[in-house]
């Protein structure tokens, strides 16, 4: 059975850091396009970011030279350094797995709109001004 295990959240004041990790079970994730998205209240899902087993990684532009996504394949974890966070970074934060194809073709964007084979219950991110 697959699990992703999200954990990391908090609330944090504006310019604050947080590190998300993600603790996968019954998948490999060098096997497939690993990534993170998230879902404010009464708002589409958005994806963030994505990485493919090589580790290339890109980066939706609002997050893009503050987040960094990256993974230990030995620990089976995929993790998101988020820095210089602010108010709209707001969200439930899921990590997710895609067929491994999408991440050259589609990036983040992944995140955003294809079936995903495998997602988190999510963590809580909340960034106070």
């Known amino acids: 059975q697959v699990h992703l295990v999200e954990s990391g959240g908090g609330a944090v004041q504006e310019g604050g850091s947080l590190r998300l990790s993600c603790a996968a079970s019954?998948?490999?994730?060098?096997?497939?396009?690993m990534g993170w998205f998230r879902q404010a209240p009464e708002e589409e899902r958005e994806g963030v970011a994505s990485i493919d087993s090589s580790g290339t990684s890109t980066y939706e532009d609002s997050v893009k030279g503050r987040f960094a996504i990256s993974q230990d394949n030995a620990k089976n974890t995929l993790y998101l350094q988020m820095n210089s966070l602010k108010p709209e970074d707001t969200a439930m934060y899921y990590c997710a797995a895609a067929p491994r194809e999408f991440c050259a073709v589609m990036g983040w964007g992944t995140f955003t709109n294809v079936p995903l084979d495998a997602r988190g219950q999510g963590t809580l991110v909340t960034v106070s001004s």
């Open positions: 019954g998948l490999i994730i060098s096997n497939y396009c």
